[in-house]
């Protein structure tokens, strides 16, 4: 069984990058078919999809955070990172990476990440 684990930093500095990585165990990322993605969650509100990579290394964004989004991945180290730059308050959230990019087979524990000075 394919299990997921977040890890980055709680807190992020207004206009700095926040950066998680996800590290995949029980199963390849480079496994077709599967999508691997980053969903986050501000306080009060849903779960909102940011972004995706998929067994290939082909990326998806969601259009309102394609400018500020990065996906990318370490296949040595059965890895996926998120990179969000220019971060402000409104950024702060639970952050959960899953497998899938509509419907989430896995999903991770997620990470609360908070922006703050």
């Known amino acids: 069984q394919v299990q997921l684990q977040e890890s980055g930093p709680g807190l992020v500095k207004p206009s700095q990058t926040l950066s998680l990585t996800c590290t995949v165990s029980?199963?390849?990322?480079?496994?077709?078919?599967?999508?691997w993605s980053w969903v986050r969650q501000p306080p009060g509100k849903g779960l909102e999809w940011m972004g995706a990579?998929?067994?290939?290394?082909?990326?998806y964004y969601s259009p309102s955070l394609k400018s500020r989004t990065s996906i990318s991945r370490d296949t040595s180290k059965n890895q996926f990172t998120l990179q969000l730059s220019s971060v402000t308050p409104e950024d702060t959230a639970v952050y959960y990476c899953a497998r899938g990019i509509t419907g989430f087979g896995s999903w991770g524990q997620g990470t609360q990440v908070t922006v703050s000075s």
């Open positions: 029980g199963g390849s990322i480079t496994t077709n078919p599967y999508y």
């Open positions: 990579i998929d067994y290939s290394g082909s990326t």
